[in-house]
């Protein structure tokens, strides 16, 4: 009985059977691994994009804050320019008043 064909031919085809399912199981494996890297390495892109876009708002934020001072500098000192302009003429007089006022209360240091 054992040299009956049918048999070798079942006993052939369960081996190729078993062969085909460890392929198939290592296939799945390898497939399985390579989804889980290339999941980590999306993940890993996924937070440097993050990262990236999180520095260049901070960047495009601290240019504009910057801006923003640079013009108001101006701006304060244009108005001290103009104030100062406007009123030197009478920077003389009030110092002149001033001291006029404290040599009366406190009189000549020189004694």
């Known amino acids: 009985m054992a040299d009956n064909p049918?048999?070798?031919?079942?006993?052939?085809?369960?081996t190729q059977a078993a062969n085909a399912v460890q392929k198939a199981k290592e296939?799945?494996?390898?497939?399985?691994?390579?989804?889980g890297t290339d999941a980590e390495n999306?993940?890993?892109?996924?937070?440097q994009n993050a990262a990236r876009q999180f520095r260049d708002k901070i960047r495009r934020a601290e240019e504009a804050a910057e801006s923003k001072a640079k013009a108001t500098?101006?701006?304060r000192d244009a108005d001290a320019k103009a104030f100062y302009a406007k009123h030197k003429d009478k920077?003389?007089?009030a110092a002149s008043f001033i001291t006029e006022e404290?040599?009366?209360?406190?009189g000549s240091s020189q004694a």
């Open 91 to 93: 920077i003389p007089a």
């Open 27 to 35: 296939d799945a494996a390898k497939k399985l691994n390579r989804a």
């Open 42 to 47: 999306s993940l890993k892109e996924a937070r």
């Open 73 to 75: 500098l101006s701006k």
């Open 6 to 14: 049918t048999i070798a031919e079942i006993k052939a085809a369960e």
């Open 102 to 106: 404290v040599m009366k209360k406190y």
